[in-house]
């Protein structure tokens, strides 16, 4: 009833499924060379240990902008993982991704900052360091391809909608026309060389990386969608073209391209700037679409990516069965290591090649 009556008001206020809790401000996070502010969303009930999800919001956006206006949060109460909204310094609300301090490991600018808001919530949060994430919409997009190549150790996966390869916005200014126009076109040997330049020496496992574009796109041309292609191929030393290229996935009109476990590239037909956040799907790619929290029964699951929410009205589940995962819960799909039957009466159901669901 009290959810019932909750996400009826919050609904109607924000149109989406919100979350429970408030965010926080956390000052004195450590080194923050530009003034980039640290707000966090701790659901009530946490995995344990917690992953941790760095959700980056677009040029004008805040961190509580991104927080009302995504999912993560609302999913973080049903799986128990951590969610840190950065806040970017800039008058404009953009994130500094052209600063050669910015685009190199531990060496400033506002990465660094985001760096250290991880580092901070492993060593205090306890977070799993070995489940780290980041994503962000358009500038956030840009500044997640930014941690890949200059924070590599600190990220297991990331999810970009709408943004640029890591580098192209490399300059002097804010704002790189050249590149935000699609004229900046590089081999794929020059993209992943900037990529391995934004941490020098290091040799160890790189984070699996998603990217999602609209072909309508005039804001970051989507020539980008392309020349990220050829970046995240070269860094993982896999071919250019995809190894499995699905249609209307995850919905009518997007394409998801696969180049291995590591890299895959969404490509939204007729779909301007921006791509709208499909979070379940994200949850998906970061492994932890099926996280619950650590105690307790298990909560409500999530919403697959292909399909609607169920509404507030219609949302008992039935009693969880003590074998097989329950009503909702992911049971296959590519990639997928849970559980892959479902709990009486339900049956693991194939929605695409990467998400089957117990239906
Ligand atoms: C940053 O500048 C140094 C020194 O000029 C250069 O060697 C390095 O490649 C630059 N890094 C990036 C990511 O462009
Ligand atoms: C995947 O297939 C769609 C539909 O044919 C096509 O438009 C898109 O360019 C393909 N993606 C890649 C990365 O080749």
Redesign the pocket.
């Known amino acids: 009833m009290l959810f019932q009556a909750l996400s009826t008001v919050l609904l109607a206020a924000t149109g989406a499924f919100a979350a429970q809790g408030q965010l926080q401000q956390v000052t004195n996070f450590g080194s923050n060379p530009t003034g980039v502010e640290m707000f966090v969303y701790k659901p009530a009930k946490l995995a344990s240990p917690p992953p941790l999800i760095i959700a980056m919001h677009y040029c004008t956006g805040t961190a509580q902008a991104y927080f009302s206006g995504t999912q993560y949060a609302n999913l973080a109460d049903t799986h128990g993982y951590i969610v840190i909204y950065p806040d970017a310094p800039d008058p404009g609300g953009c994130w500094d991704v052209h600063t ?1 301090a910015t ?2 490991h531990n060496a400033g600018g506002d990465s660094l900052a985001i760096a250290s808001m991880v580092r901070y919530a492993i060593q205090n949060y306890g977070v799993d360091a070995t489940r780290v994430f980041a994503t962000g919409t358009s500038s956030g997009a840009m500044m997640t391809n930014v941690l890949m190549g200059a924070y590599p150790d600190l990220f297991q996966a990331g999810s970009a909608f709408s943004g640029v390869p890591y ?1 192209c916005f ?1 300059g002097p200014d804010m704002w790189n026309s050249q590149c935000a126009t699609g004229e900046l076109i590089k081999t794929p040997q020059q993209w992943g060389d ?1 990529v391995r ?2 941490y020098p020496g290091y040799t160890g496992a790189r984070p699996k990386f998603q990217f999602w574009h609209g072909t309508a796109d005039t804001t970051l041309y989507p020539q980008n969608f392309w020349e990220d292609i050829k970046q995240w191929t070269n860094v993982f030393g896999v071919s250019q073209t995809p190894v499995t290229n699905t249609t209307n996935d995850p919905l009518p009109g997007y394409s998801r391209a696969s180049f291995g476990p590591n890299v895959q590239a969404i490509l939204a037909q007729g779909v301007g700037h921006t791509v709208p956040e499909q979070a379940n799907d994200v949850l998906n790619w970061f492994g932890i679409a099926n996280l619950t929290p650590g105690s307790g029964p298990a909560p409500p699951t999530s919403v697959p990516p292909s399909s609607v929410p169920p509404s507030s009205s219609s949302t008992v589940a039935p009693p969880p069965s003590s074998t097989g995962a329950a009503h909702w819960d992911q049971c296959g799909g590519i990639g997928w290591t849970g559980a892959t039957t479902c709990a009486s009466p339900f049956t693991c159901q194939v929605i695409n090649a990467y998400y089957s669901q117990c239906l």
């Open positions: 050669n685009l190199t580098g490399e900037l330049s934004g």
